[in-house]
């Protein structure tokens, strides 16, 4: 349990750094330590990492994150349970547009 701990922080880590050139070396010593661990999943995530570590790199070094976009599937899909009374995709597709966009309506005087 412990060993599965401080593999899974030493990964968090990695995002962490604060020299990204720093990152592909810290990766290789994560993904050994990983593949010699004995533990099941993290050597199957090691395997998963190393298909990977060109994308991952490189949103380490770009800064990249997909947090907006899951805000954003997060409210468009508050806003899908709010709309299950429209007759069709329409409203549904006006609303998700009102609410996700910075639309200025001009209200009558």
């Given at each position: 349990m412990f060993?599965?701990?401080l593999l899974k922080e030493e990964l968090r880590l990695?995002?962490?750094?604060?020299?990204?050139?720093?990152?592909?070396a810290?990766?290789?010593a994560w993904l050994a330590w990983a593949s010699r661990s004995r533990l099941q999943p993290f050597i199957k995530?090691?395997?998963?990492?190393r298909r990977h570590r060109a994308g991952i790199?490189?949103?380490i070094r770009l800064g990249l994150s997909n947090g907006r976009r899951e805000g954003l599937n997060s409210r468009i899909r508050l806003i899908s349970h709010r709309s299950f009374g429209f007759h069709s995709?329409?409203?549904?597709?006006a609303l998700v547009y009102l609410c996700?966009?910075?639309?200025a309506i001009p209200l009558p005087r």
């Open positions: 060993r599965a701990f990695l995002c962490a750094l604060e020299d990204p050139a720093l990152a592909p810290h990766l290789d995530l090691a395997r998963t990492i790199l490189a949103a995709a329409d409203p549904l597709i996700c966009t910075a639309i």
